[in-house]
């Protein structure tokens, strides 16, 4: 399972037939999370406009999600349907649609345009740009004039009337829980009440949007250290339960590779061991330069909390160590041992087809 995961959750929650035709990429684009972070995350404010989450559901499920329907997202991002009839006109007309010649419906538009709203708000705060949505959008199949032209709509006429995330207020918390949830886990795969009696919740903000990119559902961030935050984003699948099945570690600087390892092993089962880590580089299409060092964790512990939400479940975590951070686009930056951003995720991540292991 590869830090493309992040872009999954995006592109299931549109259903599975809205993608650019014709795609056909060895590499999956990705959807991770770029920007230094504050030393205090809690005093900065959501900006305005822009991409994706963490989760993995099911098509079904994320369509639907849990009584929020894609038309109420679009209503709350300001986004109304002759916007996404616009919209779905220029997707229709570049090959974004159901397929060549093929007109979509306001369900599909609507599809699409979920996806694009997060789309303008990670380039608002400065997660992507549109020279890597391009890039990405061309590795999907699109041709350089459909990504260009998809582009241009979205800069010009589609993102400047979305507005930004309103993230939920902080709720009142008594902390002081348990080391450990009920079957062992102690931050992956853990329910978010869990987290509520652990760890205080401090607003999930510009720097964390930077950082890890825009999300799709929820968002959650809790502080652990003075200059360690957890970003991530509540499922909205009924079968996850809100449970934190993907999450990023964010530090204030950069911290060397032993502290990062650390950072990692507090928030997996007492009995996750770590394997011999493994270097990454970007997919061939990304037009970032960058790496990422990765590490598997086999954990017996994870298989039990993942059997409990029907999800993937192998006895093995996985942490992806980036420098700088990671995009849609790929890693920002070479990796240097030293560690800004840490995605830790369940099930391990292995080389692709290549036999390269991809940031």
Not at 34 to 39: D, Q
Request: glycine share 10%; hydrophobic share 35%; net charge negative.
């Amino acid at each position: 399972m590869s830090r493309y995961r992040r872009a999954a959750g995006t592109a299931l929650l549109v259903a599975a037939a809205l993608t650019i035709a014709g795609c056909g990429s060895d590499t999956e684009p990705s959807t991770a999370h770029t920007s230094a972070v504050p030393e205090d995350v809690t005093g900065t404010e959501p900006t305005a406009s822009t991409d994706e989450s963490d989760t993995d559901p099911a098509p079904a499920e994320a369509a639907a999600g849990d009584d929020t329907s894609l038309e109420d997202f679009l209503a709350a991002a300001g986004v109304d349907d002759a916007l996404v009839n616009k919209l779905g006109e220029v997707g229709d007309a570049n090959n974004y649609g159901l397929g060549e010649g093929v007109e979509t419906g306001i369900e599909d538009r609507r599809g699409l345009a979920t996806v694009q709203v997060t789309t303008c708000r990670n380039v608002a705060v400065g997660y992507r740009t549109w020279e890597g949505i391009r890039y990405s959008d061309e590795a999907d199949g699109a041709t350089e004039d459909q990504a260009a032209a998809m582009a241009d709509f979205l800069r010009t006429e589609f993102c400047p009337h979305v507005a930004p995330l309103k993230e939920a207020p902080l709720p009142e918390q008594t902390l002081g829980g348990p080391s450990e949830d009920d079957l062992g886990g102690r931050g992956l795969a853990s329910p978010l009440a869990w987290w509520d009696a652990r760890y205080p919740r401090v607003p999930w903000s510009k720097a964390c949007a930077a950082q890890t990119g825009m999300p799709i559902g929820d968002p959650v961030a809790y502080r652990l250290a003075k200059d360690e935050v957890v970003c991530a984003t509540v499922p909205s699948a009924t079968s996850l339960k809100e449970h934190l099945i993907s999450i990023d570690v964010v530090f204030s600087s950069p911290v060397g590779e032993d502290r990062a390892q650390e950072a990692a092993l507090a928030l997996l089962p007492a009995d996750a061991s770590a394997t011999e880590p493994t270097e990454g580089t970007n997919p061939d299409w990304s037009y970032l330069g960058g790496g990422c060092l990765n590490t598997n964790f086999r954990t017996a512990t994870m298989k039990t909390l993942m059997d409990g939400l029907g999800k993937d479940a192998e006895p093995w975590a996985s942490a992806l160590y980036y420098s700088d951070g990671a995009t849609e686009d790929g890693a920002v930056g070479d990796y240097t041992r030293k560690v800004k951003q840490i995605s830790l995720s369940t099930g391990a991540d292995e080389p692709g087809s290549s036999g390269e292991l991809t940031c």
